[in-house]
């Protein structure tokens, strides 16, 4: 059974750095063919995709948000992380962390609960 | 980056409608497009994934088709179950984008 769960701070202020911890289990991130994204949510808006980790450490990231993300993997711990440098308040949002599989489907097949992040002084 | 562009924005339908949203490719990406839908409060779910794949345990009644630029996803039958958020998602480059999505709500 796969699952993920992503946890974090619920409130950063504007400047902060914030950290975010995806931690999954059913399936590793040394096997073939298995990725790692992070997907947010503004509140009431559409999803927008972040970034992504593969099997093999390769990374990728939004374009508008390059500069800012950093995404890492432990695979020992089965998690993985994504910090995002110098919060605002429009990056107020609930942040997903899914799996990605490129096997299958080359889709986001299975997705954590989701966790609220707000930007506020 | 590939701009995904869904339509309508929203729609009004009853229990029983035949449903279809579309969604639309800035440039080519063969059949690597996915459809989601997603309930108030939570997570997205993978329906549709390579333009056509029903993912396992989705029922029949959702079918996605198209190539290249243009892709639809139709209901067949609307269940109170579908009333949600559906959103596109191309798989062809990076940075994978989403459309903007579609509200299918009640009539």
């Known amino acids: 059974q796969v699952t993920l769960r992503e946890s974090g701070p619920a409130l950063v202020k504007p400047t902060q750095t914030l950290t975010l911890t995806c931690t999954f289990s059913g399936f590793s991130l040394s096997t073939s063919a298995m990725c790692v994204s992070w997907i947010r949510q503004p509140p009431g808006k559409a999803l927008e995709w972040l970034a992504l980790?593969?099997?093999?450490?390769?990374?990728w990231y939004t374009t508008s948000l390059k500069t800012r993300l950093t995404i890492s993997k432990d695979t020992s711990k089965n998690q993985v992380v994504l910090t995002m440098t110098n919060m605002d308040p429009v990056d107020t949002a609930t942040y997903y962390c899914?799996?990605?599989?490129?096997?299958?489907?080359?889709?986001?097949?299975?997705w954590g609960q989701g966790t609220l992040v707000t930007v506020s002084s | 980056d590939i701009q995904m562009t869904q339509s309508p924005s929203s729609l009004s339908a009853s229990v029983g409608d035949r449903v279809t949203i579309t969604c639309r490719a800035s440039?080519?990406?063969?059949?690597?497009l996915n459809w989601y839908h997603q309930k108030p409060g939570k997570a997205p779910k993978l329906l549709i994934y390579a333009a056509s794949s029903l993912q396992s345990g989705v029922p029949s009644r959702f079918r996605g088709s198209g190539s290249g630029t243009d892709f639809t996803l139709t209901i067949t039958s609307l269940q109170p179950e579908d009333f949600a958020t559906y959103y596109c998602q191309q798989s062809y480059t990076y940075p994978r984008t989403f459309g903007q999505g579609t509200k299918v709500e009640i009539k």
């Open positions: 440039q080519t990406i063969n059949t690597y």
């Open positions: 899914a799996r990605y599989n490129t096997l299958e489907t080359w889709a986001f097949d299975y």
């Open positions: 980790i593969d099997w093999d450490d390769d990374k």
